[in-house]
């Protein structure tokens, strides 16, 4: 089977934060990584390789330095990577992104159809989860979105279980398909040691515009409709009381649950008059 | 002279990018990049820079800082509006819709404040409602109308509703084929009513099935679309939807607007909006629309749907929340936190290492990457408050924070923070719980 996988690489998110003085991103020092969700997506296509049978390959939009995490993801045991770079990707929203991505996947699937696409469930620097769905819909293959296990695999369908608020809903699609995953999905392994070898040899390819006859119009800023028109930090809640508790800790407590009783936070038949707000 | 770039600022947002005459500038590694032979000091970057990374040197009044020192730092201040917007807010007239001009299918006119209503297993999401009240507001701010859409199989039982909560008219796609929630079906039933009515704005629940649902809707309908909101507002001039979410994990907020197509886009987070008061017998209009396609034109069937039994997964409905972090040292410690759960009828969850440390599963996590929720009461034990942790959780009601750190994060979001030992204190707090509920005495 023909899996492909799509991956992004991001800032460590944890890193980046806003300076409270200037307002502005402070990005100096963020280390790059591959899309965690992602990268069980890969982990998920390399599985299912082993298992039946076929080629893995990834496909990453992004500057030349993204290279990297291709590099890396192939130390995992994919078997070719591409890398979607050119100036006038950038600035693309969601909706130009996944036409790029698309255009890459036609190309694949005309020389080689796909089964199977995997998408992380959303990239952790903009959370949008977007693109996947984005994607399916310009290749015209159902979405899978929010898998947490595939249940089977054949010839012609996937089964998977997705993640909704209610429970599980186990869906199945008829093959090609796109799957945007969750970490539950899977257990990471880690790269063997001749992946690894493999890997730093190994020269991800490049496509630009030109290779792909893009139409300029619906990629980069010109073919995103949506802009960023401000950033700032999260507003803070302001602070309400402040008890030192190093003391006294048990009257202080018994304090505090007295204080939530008497601004009726707290009720004493919370089934008869509290609930609903 | 050329524009100069303070990369410090720069967050590559590309508007200086579109907005250049001469396309002088660039971005590149995601930062503006200006050519300076092409540079012919327009200003326009400057003008249009959300976050005054632009300046022209030696003309100091180019730069916004000059027309107003706290541009930079003001949300919601008045935009100089980009050549974007203005191509189509205001250069065309036709596509500035009067308030009571309808919209033709195929037309240049959209007008209307859309909500679609999540209806599954015989349940409303209540965030469906939430989004009604919020509508009203931004129809009431640009002079539309607000309808709510209903798409599933036998609804009727949620039209009044949809109309007690504040829609003047409700579309309804009522189709055995949209008994289920899938993708294909869903997406075909919404784009083809936006198509036909061409309202302005659609919203809806961010949820797993408006995440889902509405991507591929703007996809086919090649708009913009803003994921999980957390603030809306609007221009009553060039109707531009203010699109505010957190970024890169929650540690910045951006506001999005979609300048060039229509409709404009959201889904919302579920409960930070207010839910609306229910007007019962409120009447409107029902339009109802055929579901024309068959079957065989999905290429998806759902097998079954396995009800989730743990009490976490309603962790953003509960009510009272005991929430643990890595200050409780210890799983076996857990049980502390469980303790006061218990006599309070609350839902135990944890912050994100909490759960790497083993001691929760992952839908228990509250935050940026688990749950977002809203109780009445959020009692945190032991959480530092780290800002991806936060944003999951402080729009609660109560705060009340534990913790032996008086620097901690947490205690400044808490109503009360609690400076401790968090085994002395909760076990306390526990005890005096239980005796005040087990008397009845609250004073």
Request: glycine share 8%; with cysteine; aromatic share 6%.
């Amino acid at each position: 089977m023909n899996f492909v996988v799509c991956l992004k690489q991001v800032p460590d998110t944890s890193e980046v934060r806003i300076d409270p003085v200037t307002n502005t991103l402070m990005r100096e020092g963020v280390p790059s990584i591959i899309n965690p969700y992602d990268a069980h997506g890969l982990e998920e296509a390399i599985r299912l390789k082993e298992k039946v049978g076929g080629k893995v390959t990834i496909v990453c939009m992004g500057p030349p330095q993204a290279k990297e995490a291709l590099k890396k993801a192939m130390s995992y045991g994919a078997d070719r990577a591409i890398l979607l770079s050119d100036r006038a990707f950038g600035g693309s929203d969601s909706l130009a992104t996944a036409y790029i991505l698309s255009m890459a996947l036609k190309k694949l699937h005309e020389t080689e159809p796909i089964d199977l696409v995997f998408a992380g469930k959303e990239a952790i620097d903009g959370d949008t989860a977007q693109t996947g769905p984005g994607i399916a819909q310009r290749l015209g293959f159902p979405q899978l979105t929010y898998a947490i296990k595939v249940r089977e695999l054949t010839e012609t369908s996937i089964t998977v279980e997705r993640k909704t608020e209610s429970g599980r809903q186990v869906v199945q699609a008829q093959l090609p398909a796109l799957l945007t995953v969750e970490k539950e999905l899977n257990d990471l392994s880690y790269a063997s040691l001749p992946n690894m070898m493999k890997a730093a040899a190994y020269e991800p390819e490049t496509w630009d515009a030109k290779t792909l006859l893009f139409d300029v119009k619906q990629m980069g800023l010109k073919g995103s409709p949506t802009s960023v028109s401000r950033i700032f930090a999260p507003p803070s809640r302001s602070g309400g009381e402040i008890i030192d508790a190093s003391k006294d800790p048990a009257s202080i407590a018994a304090t505090v649950v007295q204080k939530l009783f008497q601004s009726n936070v707290i009720m004493v038949n919370p089934l008869a008059k509290g609930g609903k707000r | 002279m050329t524009v100069a770039v303070d990369k410090t600022k720069c967050i590559g947002c590309g508007a200086c990018v579109v907005e250049c005459p001469v396309e002088a500038m660039d971005l590149i590694d995601g930062i503006a990049v200006v050519d300076p032979k092409k540079c012919e000091d327009h200003g326009k970057c400057v003008l249009v820079c959300p976050t005054n990374a632009l300046a022209i040197p030696n003309q100091p009044l180019m730069s916004k800082e000059e027309l107003d020192p706290e541009a930079g730092s003001k949300f919601n201040l008045k935009d100089p509006l980009p050549e974007a917007v203005k191509d189509y807010a205001q250069d065309n007239d036709k596509k500035t819709i009067p308030a009571q001009v309808t919209p033709v299918a195929g037309g240049d006119v959209w007008s209307g404040v859309w909500v679609i209503i999540e209806y599954t297993n015989g349940k409303v999401a209540p965030v469906s409602w939430e989004l009604l009240g919020e509508g009203r507001k931004l129809a009431d701010a640009i002079g539309c109308g607000l309808s709510g859409v209903i798409t599933g199989n036998e609804i009727d039982s949620v039209i009044p509703e949809a109309f007690a909560y504040g829609a003047e008219k409700v579309y309804v796609v009522d189709h055995p084929i949209l008994n289920d929630y899938r993708t294909e079906p869903y997406a075909e039933a919404i784009t083809s009513l936006v198509k036909k009515y061409q309202p302005e704005i659609i919203l809806m629940g961010a949820t797993s099935m408006g995440r889902d649902v509405f991507p591929a809707i703007a996809t086919k309908l090649q708009t913009g679309l803003t994921a999980d909101c957390t603030v809306l507002g609007i221009d009553p001039e060039t109707k531009l939807l203010q699109q505010t979410r957190p970024a890169f994990g929650g540690n910045i907020m951006a506001t999005i607007l979609c300048r060039t197509s229509r409709p404009q886009m959201s889904t919302v987070r579920p409960r930070v909006m207010a839910m609306p008061e229910r007007i019962d017998g409120r009447e409107g209009e029902l339009i109802r629309e055929e579901f024309t396609l068959d079957e065989s034109d999905f290429r998806t069937k759902i097998i079954e749907f396995i009800r989730s039994d743990a009490k976490s997964a309603f962790l953003d409905k509960a009510e009272i929340i005991v929430a643990v972090g890595l200050g409780l040292a210890a799983k076996k410690n857990l049980a502390i936190a469980e303790e006061l759960a218990d006599v309070l009828g609350g839902t135990i969850a944890g912050t994100r290492g909490a759960v790497e440390a083993g001691w929760l599963t992952h839908d228990q996590q509250v935050g940026q990457s688990g749950v977002t929720v809203r109780p009445k009461v959020y009692i945190a034990i032991g959480i530092s408050g780290a800002v991806q942790h936060l944003v999951g959780m402080e729009t609660s009601d109560c705060i009340i924070a534990i913790n032996n750190d008086p620097e901690a994060s947490i205690l400044k979001v808490a109503n009360f923070g609690i400076v401790g030992d968090l085994f002395q204190i909760v076990p306390a707090m526990t005890a005096e719980f239980k005796k005040r509920l087990q008397h009845g005495v609250a004073n």
